[in-house]
């Protein structure tokens, strides 16, 4: 979808539109609107569009392009990389079975996609705790510029992540610094998906997806999409599936569990899926860029007091507990 054809369809699914460009240039008054935005979106819908994010096409496309010289590569080749869910390096088709909270995954129905999996160049000076959360990336000899161009990408939305953080700080009512400051040593995940085309994968199973329906786990995603007929869809609070909006240039944003967690709810973790590769377009192959950006794992999250959240029952968990139980339950062994 392009800008002359956004409004109708941000409307249609609750998701608007936010230009970080007001955060970085506003005074007090226009980033307490722009903040203001932000909690209505995370309230109602749980996700947004970012513009103004910095960020141009060029280092997207070139992570892609990479990528795809990678995935083109043949299977014994790439499984000299292969890793399971939570690692480094390749997750082949059939690894991940993404499925809700609570619901049992089907290994059966596992996603319909291929991964590339990468993590934070980063070391807290704990071996243990360096070695589960920080590990070395694993970059395929075969393809030597993706390593450059994956740090670049990361790098850059990490910065915006930043930025992002300050402003759902100050949409609760907190010190603008409240997030960063339990945040600065956190991993991160940077997820490259491929959705191979229907005449690769050939027709899937009934209730099978590219990524079946689930929410994120953490704090904030950050995604990079490409449309198409299989695209990224978002459970409305009646159930119903939308499709969801695209505007050329714009990241796709989304909160997870732990952030839901940590608001009592008032901000929500939606459900989302990516359809299955359609028969209407059996050639059509989407790389999505996906960061899944996280809290100190050392974090201890309980619900904020009211007037912020207004679920308190929720018992403390700590950050990365969380994420390895997630990560083991959609693993596919």
């Known amino acids: 979808m392009t800008r002359s054809g956004e409004t109708d369809a941000l409307r249609a699914t609750g998701v608007p539109l936010i230009d970080l460009r007001r955060w970085r240039s506003g005074d007090?008054?226009?980033r307490a609107e722009l903040a203001g935005e932000l909690d209505r979106a995370?309230?109602?819908s749980g996700f947004l569009l970012l513009d103004g994010h910095g960020i141009g096409s060029e280092p997207r496309e070139q992570v892609r392009a990479a990528a795809r010289r990678f995935f083109a590569l043949p299977a014994t080749a790439k499984a000299a990389y292969a890793t399971p869910v939570g690692g480094r390096g390749w997750l082949p088709p059939g690894q991940e079975a993404n499925a809700f909270y609570g619901e049992q995954a089907d290994p059966d129905r596992a996603d319909?996609?291929?991964s590339y999996t990468l993590g934070r160049n980063f070391s807290i000076g704990d071996p243990g705790q360096d070695a589960l959360w920080f590990a070395p990336n694993v970059w395929p000899a075969e393809v030597p510029e993706l390593a450059a161009r994956?740090?670049?990408y990361a790098d850059a939305v990490r910065?915006?992540?930043a930025e992002l953080l300050e402003v759902c700080a100050v949409a609760l009512g907190l010190a603008p610094d409240w997030f960063v400051r339990r945040a600065g040593r956190s991993p991160h995940t940077f997820n490259i998906n491929r959705y191979p085309p229907r005449r690769e994968t050939g027709t899937p199973r009934d209730g099978q997806f590219r990524i079946a329906p689930h929410t994120d786990w953490g704090m904030i995603t950050?995604?990079?999409r490409q449309v198409g007929y299989?695209?990224?869809?978002?459970?409305a609070r009646d159930g119903s599936w939308l499709d969801a909006p695209h505007v050329d240039g714009c990241f796709t944003i989304n909160i997870g569990d732990l952030m839901a967690r940590w608001t009592?709810?008032?901000w929500r973790s939606t459900r989302h899926r990516v359809l299955p590769p359609p028969a209407e377009s059996p050639g059509e192959e989407l790389i999505s860029l996906i960061m899944f950006l996280e809290a100190d794992v050392d974090t201890l999250v309980a619900p904020l007091e009211p007037p912020v959240g207004p679920r308190q029952d929720y018992p403390p968990v700590r950050w990365g507990d969380y994420l390895l139980e997630r990560a083991g339950a959609a693993n596919v062994s």
Request: with cysteine; glycine share 12%.
């Open 28 to 30: 007090e008054r226009t």
């Open 230 to 235: 299989g695209g990224l869809q978002i459970q």
């Open 112 to 114: 319909l996609k291929e």
């Open 159 to 161: 910065r915006v992540y």
């Open 222 to 224: 950050i995604l990079d």
């Open 150 to 152: 994956c740090d670049e």
């Open 42 to 44: 995370l309230c109602e």
């Open 264 to 266: 009592g709810d008032r």
